[in-house]
Nanobody
């Protein structure tokens, strides 16, 4: 059973940076892709970024491309999301997810395991 624990959320001003981390434990041999999703108040959860567990290929939502960077450290079983040039619309609960297929990396239905989420608030 894969378990995911996010950390690193908080309050930041517009234009600032935050680094989220996700610790992965249990059953990592079944993981092919790790993703970050977010959910703003009153909105549906949306894809942010994904990385292949083996190989490191990445994918991003257009809204965060060139501002966010996803990375993984297989030796430490962690996934990070470096967020720069933050905007108020980046506010939300950020979730780490683990899935078994790269094909569906931008769809939350492609992920079987989810963390509890960490709050990111960007103030203007």
């Amino acid at each position: 059973q894969v378990q995911l624990v996010e950390s690193g959320g908080g309050l930041v001003q517009v234009g600032g940076s935050l680094r989220l981390s996700c610790a992965v434990s249990g059953g990592t041999e079944s993981i092919y892709v790790m993703g970050w999703f977010r959910q703003a108040p009153g909105k549906e959860r949306e894809f942010v970024a994904a990385v292949r567990w083996i190989g490191g290929s990445t994918g991003y939502a257009d809204s965060v491309k060139d501002r966010f960077t996803i990375s993984r450290d297989n030796s430490k079983n962690t996934v990070a999301l470096q967020m720069n040039s933050l905007k108020p619309e980046d506010t939300g609960v950020y979730y780490c997810a683990a899935g078994g297929s790269w094909v569906a990396y931008a769809q939350d239905s492609g992920y079987a395991y989810w963390g509890q989420g960490t709050q990111v608030t960007v103030s203007s």
